[in-house]
């Protein structure tokens, strides 16, 4: 049974979800943390629900065999498509990115005009809009999905012409579409942030979902399951492909903190 000084587990497609780890270690710098990157099935953006679904299920089921007392679905894609099985199938807090983003965006818009981008399963799941419906049956919603975007941040391109470009031919209708709110749906976003920030101007506020969602795990261990340990925390990577590219790819959004990764086989 996992306890107080189990680790969180945080399961991805791949790469991108050291970006909500990262923002999970600086809020909760004392817990270990168990990560596992699908890297040899990855991107899930262009799959099926039902293949979505199984392999969410099976990184789900990976992270429970290490004993985590939490499973954090930092998919977008994941938690669009899996996130309610997930946690009728578990009896520890299962917490995915869409929640915690959609609370943010109907706190921060004032004109009550909300842009969504994400992966084509993602925004095609409709996740994002129920959600925002949900919190504000007002608000009206703007949806895109950036396909090319995640190859791009994998590539390293973050800030140069083609990714402004790409920016650009995405991004260029949900400027004109008067949101003041975007948040950006997809574990790779917030690493071109800068450029999307240029592009669409100050007065859209932009929402990366892994800071929210990192606030969100804090207050689900909040419930009795906080680490009370004092000594330096443990963070385990697992990949299913060669772990060359996650610990070179990885060093991008985590720094040094990628030293190693473990190849499991499926
Ligand atoms: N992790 C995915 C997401 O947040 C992006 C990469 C992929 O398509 O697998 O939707």
Not at 76 to 91: K, M, P, V, W
Not at 165 to 181: C, E, F
Not at 182 to 188: K, S
Request: with cysteine; aromatic share 6%; hydrophobic share 40%.
């Amino acid at each position: 049974m996992p306890n107080k000084e189990s680790a969180i587990g945080v399961f991805d497609s791949g790469i991108g979800g050291l970006t909500v780890l990262q923002k999970i270690i600086e809020t909760l710098p004392k817990e270990n943390t168990v990560y596992l990157g699908d890297t040899a099935r990855a991107p899930y953006g262009t799959k099926s629900v039902e293949t979505v679904l199984r392999y969410s299920f099976e990184n789900t089921e990976f992270l429970v065999q290490k004993g985590v007392k939490a499973v954090v679905v930092a998919c977008n894609t994941s938690t669009a498509i899996a996130l309610t099985r997930l946690r009728d199938s578990l009896s520890i807090p299962v917490i995915g990115v869409i929640e915690p983003g959609v609370r943010r965006a109907i706190k921060g818009t004032k004109n009550n005009k909300v842009g969504v981008i994400g992966t084509e399963a993602t925004i095609q799941s409709g996740a994002y809009t129920r959600a925002l419906k949900e919190a504000d049956a007002g608000v009206e919603v703007y949806s895109r999905a950036c396909p090319l975007f995640v190859p791009l941040v994998e590539e390293g391109w973050t800030d140069n012409d083609v990714v402004e470009m790409t920016v650009k031919a995405y991004l260029g209708s949900l400027k004109q579409s008067g949101i003041d709110t975007l948040i950006l749906g997809c574990t790779h976003y917030p690493l071109l942030k800068k450029v999307i920030r240029k592009f669409m101007g100050s007065n859209v506020r932009l929402v990366d979902s892994a800071e929210e969602t990192a606030k969100e795990v804090e207050s689900a261990l909040k419930q009795g399951v906080l680490t009370r340990k004092n000594s330096k925390a443990i963070h385990s990577f697992f990949v299913t492909d060669a772990p060359d590219r996650f610990i070179k790819v990885g060093r991008r959004f985590l720094g040094e903190k990628v030293e190693s990764a473990v190849r499991i086989e499926r």
